[in-house]
């Protein structure tokens, strides 16, 4: 059974169909990118996939249930939608101790990992007070509180500086060696490209191109994951 | 649920505002108790313990209001909703949770105020006579600003969740106290209507003012309101999309 399965995945808003149509699997201990233009669909995929935003028609299913049902949706699943959802007015460590507690992880994981993204230092914080690529940090420790073996991570690298991505590609790829499922939406394509081993493309809510970096771009003789984008986006030479 | 609860409380402790509130609630209400003290000393009339008490219900009222309004909304205010469902995806669950511990705090911050209240006119009236002693009926009243405080909490955590925003929240209550309930009986030509409004039922609980509802149909229509706003709230949260 694949771990995650999208089957027909659909979503308009009013006269705009922001994902339309989407299929496709994913197997487990795969790191996979996911890519798009802005307004291509990504985000509202992997929401539809996080059970945030609700399906017009079709469904996503993780372990073949919808998020909403998975018994320990914490310890099965870690995402990141979003640096900008911890309350400005809480410590980084207490914004995770708060994310911890359905799950009854302790404190001793939240520190944990608090040192896994370098913020020990800035634990006892308020939020409101980091910056962007502290609070994708303190995001990306959010995701690993669980231990989970399946990670969906929108713009992961967002915020961060050179010295943060080189540090994210580590971190993804050291997931990815433990067997983790990891999905992972991003723009930047050159980095994507180092670290991803599947991508899937996705334009005006529709799939454009799925399959291994290297396999695509010698089908498309493309040079580099870059020009296959505007390849298959510009061009709209859909495959 | 247990769990939830928890994690609700945890969310309440970690933020200065609740502790803010809660400070706020003590000095108000050993303001209003010390300075109701006073002016009966002053007035040569010895204070007396249940009417010290209930004076600073409305203030904890409003604050509990406030603080419950803060932790809904404001979890769609600051996004914080979308990790709070990828936590606890089960929506149901999560607002009840919200709802008890809302509730929870709310009838604290009124004992809190009524504790700091009778404390301060204690000192402002040590010496003054007076009547301290608590009776079945300063009993009675406790009970009543107390439950009334929970579900002001529970109503407007319901609020919050429906509007989404704390400013359009406080601003729907701060309409609907002082003018809805002030301009509604005169619109419809009907003095009487006031003993149903939400105000008016609590008061109703507790002996404020001279309406005749019986305080268990006032307790009930009250939860009645409760039970119809988060109603809709539920059924809102369960239908629309996390911002």
């Not at chain 2, 706020?24 to 009417?51: C, K, M, N, R």
């Not at chain 2, 429906?162 to 030509?189: D, K, M, N, Y």
Request: charged share 15%; aromatic share 4%; glycine share 12%.
């Amino acid at each position: 059974m694949p771990h995650i399965e999208l089957a027909h995945l659909t979503k308009r808003y009013g006269a705009v169909t922001a994902v339309d149509d989407l299929s496709f699997s994913l197997e487990p201990g795969s790191i996979t990118g996911f890519v798009g233009a802005n307004g291509a669909g990504k985000s509202t995929t992997l929401r539809m996939l996080l059970g945030l935003t609700r399906p017009t028609s079709g469904t996503a299913t993780i372990d073949g249930r919808p998020y909403g049902e998975l018994p320990d949706p914490t310890r099965a699943v870690g995402a990141l939608t979003d640096p900008d959802v911890f309350h400005p007015g809480r410590t980084g460590r207490n914004a995770l101790r708060v994310l911890a507690r359905p799950a009854g992880i302790d404190d001793r994981r939240v520190d944990e990992l608090l040192e896994l993204v370098d913020l020990t230092g800035a634990a006892r914080r308020r939020v409101g007070g980091y910056s962007t690529g502290m609070r994708q940090r303190l995001g990306l420790a959010a995701a690993l509180l669980g231990d989970p073996p399946t990670l969906i991570l929108d713009e992961p690298a967002n915020g961060l500086d050179p010295i943060g991505i080189a540090w994210l590609r580590r971190l993804l790829r050291g997931l990815a060696d433990q067997g983790r499922t990891l999905l992972v939406s991003s723009h930047q394509l050159a980095e994507l490209a180092q670290t991803v081993d599947d991508v899937i493309l996705i334009d005006h809510g529709r799939l454009v191109a799925r399959g291994s970096i290297a396999d695509l771009m010698a089908r498309h003789q493309s040079p580099s994951l870059e020009e296959l984008f505007l390849d298959l986006v510009s061009n709209g030479t859909w495959s | 649920m247990t769990a939830l609860l928890s994690t609700e409380t945890l969310k309440l402790r970690t933020l200065r505002t609740t502790w803010i509130v809660a400070a706020l609630a003590v000095a108000v209400s050993a303001a209003i108790g010390f300075a109701a003290v006073q002016i009966s000393t002053d007035a040569g009339e010895p204070p007396h313990v249940a009417a010290i008490a209930g004076l600073p219900a409305q203030a904890m009222w409003f604050l509990a209001i406030v603080s419950a309004v803060l932790a809904s909304a404001g979890e769609f205010q600051h996004r914080t909703i979308r990790t709070t469902l990828l936590a606890a995806p089960r929506r149901g669950r999560v607002l009840a949770a919200k709802g008890a511990v809302a509730g929870a705090y709310g009838a604290l911050l009124v004992l809190l105020g009524t504790a700091a209240a009778m404390l301060a006119g204690l000192i402002a009236g040590a010496g003054s006579g007076g009547s301290w002693a608590a009776t079945g009926v300063f009993w009675g009243h406790l009970a009543g600003t107390v439950a009334v405080g929970a579900v002001f909490a529970v109503l407007a955590t319901g609020l919050g969740v429906i509007t989404r925003s704390t400013a359009i929240a406080v601003a729907a209550v701060l309409l609907w106290r002082f003018v809805g309930e002030g301009i509604l009986p005169a619109l419809l030509h009907h003095d009487g209507l006031t003993r149903w409004t939400p105000t008016g039922t609590a008061g109703a609980l507790i002996g404020i003012g001279a309406n005749p509802l019986a305080p268990g149909a006032a307790a009930l229509l009250l939860s009645g309101y409760a039970a119809a706003i988060c109603g809709l709230a539920a059924a809102l949260f369960l239908r629309r999309d996390p911002t």
